[in-house]
T-cell receptor
Framework: GAGVSQSPSNKVTEKGKDVELRCDPISGHTALYWYRQRLGQGLEFLIY????????KSGLPSDRFSAERTGESVSTLTIQRTQQEDSAVYLC?????????????FGSGTRLTVV | AQRVTQPEKLLSVFKGAPVELKCNYSYSGSPELFWYVQYSRQRLQLLLRHISRESIKGFTADLNKGETSFHLKKPFAQEEDSAMYYCALMNGYIPTFGRGTSLIVHP
């Protein structure tokens, strides 16, 4: 597609349920990032994928969070046993290289509300 | 540890006034810095990169290593500049973003 696509755009879930968020990057973009943005806060790095290399998971806040990406295609971010503090906008971004020259293309985000 | 600080959550100016959005960073290496912008109901997008020394939509940003700053400036603000602005620092392969500054330009 022409841009980074994220789904769903909005998700309301009950505390304790699992959720899965999807990111479809731009074709040919080898790098993919997940960020979390809580209300009034900056973007908090979660995880980084680069091609077929092992992902950098250093930003994942707990073992309830996991993400997968097969090759250079779709990525899914899974949050297990959701908590109210997980409520945030989850942003996905992709880039052709490490992003310094071409910049990062962001999706429109998934707004997660845990009730 | 690397850090990006945007001290102002909100900056409010009138059309035609100069605007400066502050960004300070801490980083032990040679910094690579960006400004990203998010207009209302739009996605976050790249505005400019320090390495390019470019002017985009009238905005410029100069890297000042002595003051560890990368402030974004525009001499005459326009209403369409109203948006959220994020300063970002590359840390290896991972960009670190500031918390953002909301710029409101009044007519």
């Amino acid at each position: 597609g022409a841009g980074v696509s994220q789904s769903p755009s909005n998700k309301v879930t009950e505390k304790g349920k699992d959720v899965e968020l999807r990111c479809d990057p731009i074709s040919g973009h080898t790098a993919l990032y997940w960020y979390r943005q809580r209300l009034g806060q900056g973007l908090e790095f979660l995880i980084y994928f680069q091609g077929n290399s092992a992902p950098d998971k250093s930003g994942l806040p707990s073992d309830r969070f996991s993400a997968e990406r097969t090759g250079e295609s779709v990525s899914t971010l899974t949050i297990q046993r959701t908590q109210q503090e997980d409520s945030a906008v989850y942003l996905c971004a992709s880039s052709r290289d490490r992003g310094f020259y071409s910049g990062y293309t962001f999706g429109s985000g998934t707004r997660l509300t845990v009730v | 540890a690397q850090r990006v600080t945007q001290p102002e959550k909100l900056l409010s100016v009138f059309k035609g006034a100069p605007v400066e959005l502050k960004c300070n960073y801490s980083y032990s290496g040679s910094p690579e810095l960006f400004w990203y912008v998010q207009y209302s109901r739009q996605r976050l997008q790249l505005l400019l990169r320090h390495i390019s020394r470019e002017s985009i939509k009238g905005f410029t940003a100069d890297l000042n290593k002595g003051e560890t700053s990368f402030h974004l400036k525009k001499p005459f603000a326009q209403e369409e500049d109203s948006a959220m602005y994020y300063c970002a620092l590359m840390n290896g392969y991972i960009p670190t973003f500031g918390r953002g500054t909301s710029l409101i330009v009044h007519p």
